[in-house]
């Protein structure tokens, strides 16, 4: 199975500071047609896991574009340019390139 | 809008099996792929399999022996199916469906509430 690293586990940001989250695979995520196969989910307090970004850095319909993602092969970054009050939750990094998907352990983001 | 929500027991016995369905509204069952994901209080989460409405199934290898997915296009419904289960089994369990897109990405697009299932005597 890949495994799926996150740093930090936790995140205190004041609000309309950056935040970064960082993602680490075992194996590489970029596939031959050279698209990276990271996903990035959010679950705020009391709801289930939303996507934001798809193949390492698209975002999904609906998210805002203060949420960016890049990345290289094994190391990839959620970025948030402004921290809103309403991004708090629990950021996970997902790795859709074989089965089983897998999961980091998750960053949970907090405001200051 | 397409919806999901897991139904089944909230409490099962230790060793015996686990059951939940996933009812789908708003569009068809068909042409995707479904889910199972689970989330043990306070901690991550674990994808368990998916199943394709034709049918055709892929299990976490952990769980493989344990697990059965199965799919009823006619009720727009899918199951799980989980046996055997430990105290290690308490989870949240989620439904999600998952979109295949560009260059083959697969996401899961959209999510049920999810359900609180606990093992215990």
């Known amino acids: 199975d890949i495994v799926m690293t996150q740093s930090p586990l936790s995140l205190p940001v004041t609000p309309g500071e950056p935040a970064f989250i960082s993602c680490r695979s075992s194996?590489?995520?970029?596939?031959?047609?050279?698209?990276?196969?990271l996903d990035w989910y959010l679950q705020k307090p009391g709801q289930s896991p939303q996507l934001l970004i798809y193949?390492?850095?698209s975002r999904a319909s609906g998210v805002p574009d203060r949420f960016t993602g890049g990345g290289s092969g094994t190391d990839f970054t959620l970025k948030i340019s402004r921290v809103e009050a309403e991004d708090v939750g629990v950021y996970y990094c997902?790795?859709?390139?074989?089965?089983?998907?897998?999961f980091g352990q998750g960053t949970k983001l907090e405001i200051k | 809008q397409v919806r999901l929500q897991e139904s089944g027991p909230g409490l099962v016995r230790p060793w015996e099996t686990l059951s939940l369905t996933c009812t789908v509204s708003g569009d068809s069952i068909s042409g995707f792929y479904w889910s199972w994901i689970r989330q043990p209080p306070g901690k991550g989460l674990e994808w368990i399999g998916y199943i394709y409405y034709i049918g055709s199934t892929n299990y976490n290898p952990s769980l493989k022996s344990r697990i059965t997915i199965s799919v009823d296009t006619s009720k727009n419904q899918f199951s799980l199916k989980l046996s055997s289960v430990t105290a290690a089994d308490t989870a949240v369990y989620y439904c999600?469906?998952?979109?295949?897109?560009?260059?083959?990405?697969?996401?899961?697009?959209?999510w049920g509430q999810g359900i609180l299932v606990t093992v215990s005597s």
């Open positions: 193949l390492g850095s």
């Open positions: 997902m790795q859709s390139l074989q089965t089983p998907h897998t």
């Open positions: 194996q590489s995520l970029l596939h031959s047609n050279g698209y990276k196969y």
């Open positions: 999600a469906r998952h979109k295949v897109g560009v260059a083959g990405s697969t996401v899961f697009d959209f």
